[in-house]
């Protein structure tokens, strides 16, 4: 076993004893017993329990905020960048669904340093989406009467509560979510105009 596959297997090991135990219910020996590996394994990847935490969270924070930077880069209008932006962000739902679902269980014991981390990437990837409205209001793209502040935090709010209902043997795929999710918003948000273009009508349903 790699030392990456032995670090999966803990933190595997460890999202399956959180969810069942609780994270203050799991003690380290527990999660080397059960992941078979040894107190040194675990240290040499892990400072900490609270370490461990963190980098549950950090997993989807770090892949939503890698994509949603790559949108950025790789297209040139915002409706395409904030569709490239909302899809990523629903398919972590299915790509972290345990990380996400202990993180939010769990996240009232992480250590302030840790916290503070993340709140600046989950800053940062908030901050993203505000540009992209922003951009879009802009180039006219966007309805002009949007509040920038409060459409990004609508966005947020509603992907984010994926978390709480996604099965991956449910009604519809992921990637059928995300195309659902992509058409109410950008419905919202295009301009008439804008929804009259060839280039922007595929992405609507």
């Known amino acids: 076993m ?3 596959q032995l670090k999966d297997k803990i ?4 999202l399956q004893l959180f969810e069942i135990h609780g994270y203050h219910g799991v003690t380290v020996n527990q999660i080397v017993e059960q992941s078979e590996t040894s107190k040194g394994g675990f240290y040499h990847h ?3 329990k609270d370490e461990l935490l963190y980098m549950i969270h950090d997993y989807f924070i770090s892949y ?9 880069q790789i297209y040139t209008t915002p409706t395409e960048r904030l569709q490239a932006i909302i899809q990523s962000f629903v398919r972590v739902f299915d790509l972290y669904k345990p990380h996400i679902s202990v993180f ?6 992480l250590k302030p340093e840790y916290e503070e981390i993340i709140k600046k990437k989950r800053d940062d990837y908030r901050d ?4 992209v409205i922003e951009e879009g209001i802009e180039a006219g793209e966007f309805r002009q009467n949007l509040s920038v502040k409060i459409t990004g935090m609508a966005i947020l709010g509603m992907v984010n509560w994926t978390y709480k209902w996604y099965q991956a043997d449910g009604e519809k795929t992921i990637e059928e979510i995300a195309e659902i999710f992509t058409d109410l918003i950008l419905n919202s948000l295009l301009t008439e105009e804008a929804k009259e273009t060839p280039e ?5 349903l």
């Open 2 to 4: 790699t030392m990456s």
């Open 11 to 14: 933190i595997s090991t460890a």
């Open 46 to 48: 892990f400072k900490s």
């Open 64 to 72: 939503v905020l890698e994509k949603a930077n790559e949108a950025i």
């Open 104 to 109: 939010y269980q769990e996240s009232i014991y």
């Open 128 to 131: 993203i989406i505000f540009q």
């Open 200 to 204: 922007y009508l595929s992405f609507l």
